[in-house]
């Protein structure tokens, strides 16, 4: 099975292949293209700024390339949000492919900006949650945020409910991180691994 | 509901792990990478790495031992030590680190905390500060408390957070070593006037300091060394215990 994490301008990249080699899987970390599209599953990672972030892809022709992916795809913290439409960090233009809008979060007393920690998931829906996952905690760190909708497949609160994580046809995504996540979210990679390509 | 974070450190110099007592007489506490494992494994949020050692011709060393710990431990890290600019900060996320974290180079040219956040995000960029009360004030120090600024803790750290830093390792040099507890009062303080999570380090001697780190203090997360190196507190029954108290933690 060939694994390509998309190795582009942010973070993170390091601890998504090392998360998978403890999985026994070796990944292929590309910004090549052909070496994209031939993957029978892609991981889109990302800590990192999003209008800085989308810049780098589109100089790339890399937006185009992720758009047309029809295997499945895991988008991971900035990698969920930028598969959205729009991104109130830097005003941007997202990849769109699932339509929702990146919002940031207001703070207020006790409850900081980013959302930083370890946060539970709840109300798991689709392939990547198998049921023991259900109330785990998983770890966070980022400062925007997806409202619940129809492609919200895990919940967690923070300040308000919001999406952990979305699903939109063959385009998986996590708000959390989880090759940082402990044991649950091995399994949830592992579910990834697993899905029919 | 967001858990509170208990964070061992382990300072580490010349790829072993240290702890001072008050920033002095440094004690071998062991290897650090199976430190990570058996600490991730007992539960710890989140692990910081502190290079006191750390200069230009170690910084590969250090990448190294960042490279080995990421390879092992499946919960975030932080790694910090004489960190100044984007390619320090580079090389340390390249390795495998989560966040890094920056304290004197920040506090002699602050611009580097606009110039970081805005190249990696504010997600992971750390500010840390050492500050020590004198005459009811509460003062930044450098080099681990060797160099006293005139920088006020409270406007120091508010203006690191406006420009950019993800949350705030305050470490009280007065409380740090002495297992009494951490510096409440002041945290608290802190936690109400910033905008981004508040690590309280330094004190740390019981069970009991660390609930009311988190209920007093009003802390994100806590840190501590020595009680966890030395096998004084286990996380676990940590765990346990704050679970008791109502604090909300990952078990």
């Not at chain 1, 390091?14 to 029978?40: C, G, K, M, Y």
């Not at chain 1, 997806?146 to 919200?152: A, H, I, N, R």
């Not at chain 2, 991730?40 to 031992?65: M, N, P």
Request: with cysteine; charged share 20%; net charge negative.
């Amino acid at each position: 099975m060939k694994i390509v994490i998309i190795d582009y301008n942010a973070g993170n990249v390091q601890s998504v292949r090392f998360a998978l080699e403890r999985l026994h899987v070796s990944p292929i970390l590309t910004n090549d293209p052909e070496i994209i599209q031939s993957a029978d599953k892609v991981i889109f990672p990302g800590v990192g700024e999003a209008g800085r972030t989308m810049a780098w892809l589109r100089e790339r022709d890399l937006d185009k390339v992720i758009r047309n992916l029809t295997q499945p795809v895991l988008g991971i913290c900035l990698g969920m949000q930028l598969l959205c439409a729009y991104s109130e960090e830097a005003d941007t233009t997202c990849l769109g492919i699932i339509p929702q809008k990146v919002r940031r979060f207001q703070a207020r007393a006790g409850e900081k900006v980013p959302h930083m920690g370890w946060n539970q998931i709840y109300n798991l829906k689709g392939a990547l949650f198998p049921s023991e996952v259900e109330q785990k905690y998983t770890y966070f760190v980022h400062s925007y945020y997806v409202e619940p909708g129809p492609f919200t497949t895990a919940t967690t609160d923070y300040i308000h409910p919001f999406s952990a994580a979305l699903q939109k046809d063959n385009f998986y995504a996590t708000q959390f991180h989880p090759e940082k996540s402990g044991d649950p979210g091995s399994l949830i990679l592992q579910e990834f691994l697993k899905l029919r390509t | 509901m967001l858990a509170k974070r208990i964070i061992p450190c382990l300072d580490i110099k010349d790829g072993r792990t240290v702890k001072g007592v008050n920033f002095v007489d440094l004690r071998d506490a062991g290897d650090p990478v199976e430190q990570a494992q058996i600490y991730s494994e007992q539960g710890a949020d989140e692990l910081v790495f502190l290079d006191i050692s750390a200069t230009h011709e170690k910084r590969k060393t250090l990448a190294d031992l960042v490279r080995r710990v990421a390879a092992q431990v499946n919960i975030p890290f932080t790694v910090g030590g004489g960190i100044s600019t984007v390619s320090d900060v580079a090389l340390l996320l390249e390795h495998g680190a989560d966040k890094v974290s920056i304290n004197s180079a920040a506090v002699r040219n602050p611009a580097v905390i606009d110039e970081l956040a805005s190249h990696f995000g504010s997600q992971c960029i750390t500010v840390t500060v050492d500050a020590r009360q004198i005459d009811q004030a509460w003062w930044i120090h450098l080099n681990g408390g060797r160099i006293a600024t005139d920088r006020r803790l409270q406007e120091w750290t508010l203006e690191a957070a406006d420009r950019g830093a993800g949350e705030i390792l305050f470490t009280s040099m007065d409380h740090d070593g002495t297992k009494g507890g951490f510096a409440n009062t002041i945290t608290a303080e802190l936690a109400r006037l910033l905008p981004i999570p508040i690590i309280a380090s330094g004190g740390a001697g019981e069970m009991q300091h660390f609930a009311d780190a988190f209920v007093k203090g009003q802390a994100d997360a806590a840190l501590a060394a020595s009680v966890f190196h030395f096998n004084e507190i286990s996380i676990p029954d940590l765990k346990t215990f704050l679970h008791q108290k109502n604090i909300p933690v990952r078990r």
